[in-house]
Structure formats: C-alpha cells, structure tokens
C-alpha cells in the first residue's frame, strides 16, 4: 500500500461512515483528473490518490482525497469510465472464426486483449466496461474478417494498427479525459477492417 507524502487531514460529514459505492469513486476520480488537468496536483500525486481511491472503503475515505483541492462539488460529476484494479498479468485471448463474438455490458478490458478474427466478425463495446488499468492494449487481427470498436466519450485512443487491403482506423473520442484510461490499439487487418467510434457511456 502506498503512503501518501503529504496526505489531507481528515474532516468527519455526516455521510463519512457510509460504504463507498461505484458512484462515488467515480465522481472522486473526476474531480482528481480535474485538479491533475489545473495544476494542483502533480502526476505521482495523481497516482497516489488514485491507489487511495481503490483503497477506500467508506464515504470519508475518499472525502479526504479531495477536501484539499479547489474543485467544483457542487455539480454531479462522473468518469467515463469505471476502473477495477487487477494484478492480472495474462492477456485475455478472444477469436472468432467463421462465426461472431461480442463484448458489451459490464465487462472486464484486461491490461492487455489480444483478438482474432478469421472469416468472422467482433464487437467491442467499452462503453459499460471496466477498465484494469490506466493503460490497456488491444492487438486485433483480422483477416477476411471485420472489428468494431465502441470508445465511451472522453476516453483516449491511440490507434498503432495497419491495414492492407484493409483498413484499420479506431478514432479517439474529443476532449480526453485525464481522469479516463488510454486505449492503445495495435494489430493488423488483411482482407478485412477495424473500425471503430465514439459514443456516449450509459447511466448507471
């Protein structure tokens, strides 16, 4: 467990001894992207918050993460996405051939995806997902075959792939959000296609 350098001192509100719900981490993770993208808090200090915010069990746990911090908390504010910690090294491997394969819902993107699409057909919608980590990886491959990639607003992308005879292009949405994880999609496509596009997460 990390130990914060210069922790904020802890102030006790009528909800502080309330379990943290999904919700709450995720609004806590907004506003820490917020002061990380204004200057108050530096990039380890935004990690060390981050870990703290994983951490915590109740209401005032994360309260302390931010009560130091010039944020607007008043207005709701939620992450584009949902983040579940793992120490899961091995990548989830996933292929379709002759046929089709789907991830939606509430779904785990592991660090690293690796996908194979032979004479079939993926989609990949991230919109609900949970992400394992700040960076994650997707290696496609598609021959004669086509992917979709469904990025939730304000989630980076940084598409590496190539296509031939083919394509290969999976935009990122606008205006990143620092609080959200980077998708780093790699791969080939031969014969076949990898696409993707931005759309909205949906209200839990």
């Known amino acids: ?34 002061a990380l993208s204004t200057g108050q808090l530096s990039h380890d200090e935004y990690s060390e918050r981050l870990d703290g915010l994983y951490q915590a069990k109740t209401v005032g746990e994360l309260e302390i993460l931010t009560q130091d ?3 607007e908390r008043h207005r709701p504010a939620a992450s584009p996405v949902s983040y579940v910690p793992g120490a899961s090294s091995e990548p989830e491997n996933i292929v379709a051939i002759f046929g089709g394969t789907e991830r ?9 995806t690796r996908a194979l699409a032979l004479f079939g057909g993926m989609r990949f919608d991230l919109t609900g997902a949970e992400f394992e980590a700040k960076e994650v990886e997707i290696t496609i491959n598609a021959f004669f075959g086509g992917v979709e990639i469904i ?10 792939g190539v296509g031939i005879f083919g394509g290969f292009d999976v935009p990122s949405a606008a205006g990143a959000d620092p609080s959200a994880p980077v998708v780093v999609v790699k791969g080939l496509a031969m014969f076949g ?7 909205r997460r949906p209200e839990r």
């Open 151 to 160: 990025v939730p607003e304000g989630v980076k992308v940084h598409c590496q």
């Open 69 to 71: 911090l010039q944020v």
């Open 193 to 199: 296609g990898v696409s993707g596009k931005v759309r």
């Open 1 to 34: 467990m990390t130990t914060m350098e210069n922790p904020p001192k802890r102030r006790d509100s009528q909800t502080s001894h309330l379990r943290a719900s999904d919700s709450n981490r995720e609004q806590v993770a907004a506003l820490l992207g917020e």
């Open 104 to 112: 939606k819902g509430r779904w785990r993107v592991r660090r690293r």
